[in-house]
C-alpha cells in the first residue's frame, strides 16, 4: 500500500470520526434541549400553581373582608335603627309626662297617661285621687305611722282629705286610724317651661314608715312609668310592628 492509499484510508477514518462526534454531539444537543424544555415546563407550571394558590388564598381574604365589613354594616344599622326606636319611645314617655302626649286616643295606654295627668287640672277629681293615693299607699305599707310628702301646692288637698283617708284605711283593714305625719320638705313642683330641665313632680304623694326603711312613691310619676313598664311591649308593638327575633 502506497502512500496515496494510507492517506485515503485516513481522510476516511477522519470523515467517519468527525461524523459520529457530530450525530453524537447533535444527540445530546436534542436530549439537553429536551432536558431544558422539560425541565422549564416543571417550573412554569409549579409557577403558575403558586400563583393560583396565591389567588385563591387573597381572593378568600377579599372574601372574608366582604362579609365582615357586611355584618359590621348589618350590625351597626341594626344599632342605629334600636337606637332610634329607644329614641322614639323615650321621646313618648317624656311627651307623656310633660305635654301630655297627644296620640290616636283610641290607644289604651295613651288615654291612660292623659286621664292621670289631666286630672291635676281637675280639683275635685284630683282631690278624690289624692285621698286614693293615700289609702292605697298605706294598704302597701300597713304601718302604724308613716310620714307623707307632697308638692306644695298640694298641702291644702291633702290635709284636706286625711281623716277621710285614715277612715277608709282603718275600714278596709279593721285597724285602729294611723297617724300620718305631713312631711315639711315637698315634692318639686310641676313641670313647667322655667324648670324644663330641673325636676319635677306632675302630683300625687309619697309615703313612708317612720325610720324610712319602706317607702311607697305614689305619684303620677311613679305611676307613669308603671304604667309604661308595663306597656312597652305593645307600644313597641304598635309602633315598630312585630319583629322577628
Not at 12 to 30: G, H, L, P, T, Y
Not at 179 to 206: K, Q, R, T, Y
Request: charged share 35%.
Amino acid at each position: 500500500m502506497n502512500d496515496a492509499d494510507v492517506s485515503k484510508q485516513i481522510q476516511q477514518m477522519v470523515r467517519f470520526i468527525r461524523q459520529e462526534a457530530e450525530e453524537k454531539a447533535n444527540e445530546i444537543s436534542v436530549s439537553a434541549e429536551e432536558e431544558f424544555n422539560i425541565e422549564k415546563l416543571q417550573l412554569v407550571e409549579a409557577e403558575k400553581k403558586k400563583i393560583r394558590q396565591e389567588f385563591e388564598r387573597k381572593e378568600k381574604q377579599v372574601e372574608v373582608r366582604k362579609k365582615i365589613e357586611y355584618s359590621m354594616q348589618l350590625n351597626s344599622s341594626r344599632i342605629k335603627v334600636l337606637e332610634a326606636q329607644d329614641d322614639l319611645v323615650s321621646s313618648m314617655k317624656e311627651a307623656a309626662s310633660k305635654e301630655l302626649l297627644h296620640v290616636s286616643h283610641d290607644h289604651n295606654f295613651i288615654e291612660a297617661a292623659m286621664e292621670l295627668l289631666h286630672v291635676s287640672y281637675d280639683h275635685d277629681a284630683y282631690k278624690m285621687l289624692l285621698k286614693d293615693l293615700i289609702v292605697q299607699s298605706l294598704l302597701r305599707l300597713k304601718e302604724p305611722a308613716v310620714l307623707l310628702r307632697c308638692r306644695k301646692e298640694d298641702l291644702h288637698l291633702v290635709e284636706s282629705v286625711l281623716d277621710s283617708a285614715k277612715e277608709e284605711y282603718a275600714k278596709k283593714t279593721n285597724v285602729h286610724r294611723p297617724e300620718i305625719i305631713v312631711d315639711n320638705v315637698h315634692l318639686p313642683p310641676a313641670p313647667s317651661h322655667h324648670h324644663a330641665h330641673g325636676p319635677f313632680c306632675s302630683g300625687g304623694v309619697v309615703l313612708a314608715s317612720r325610720d324610712g326603711k319602706i317607702v311607697c312613691e305614689n305619684t303620677l310619676d311613679a305611676r307613669l312609668d308603671v304604667v309604661f313598664r308595663k306597656k312597652l311591649p305593645e307600644i313597641r308593638k304598635w309602633l315598630f310592628g312585630q319583629v322577628a327575633a
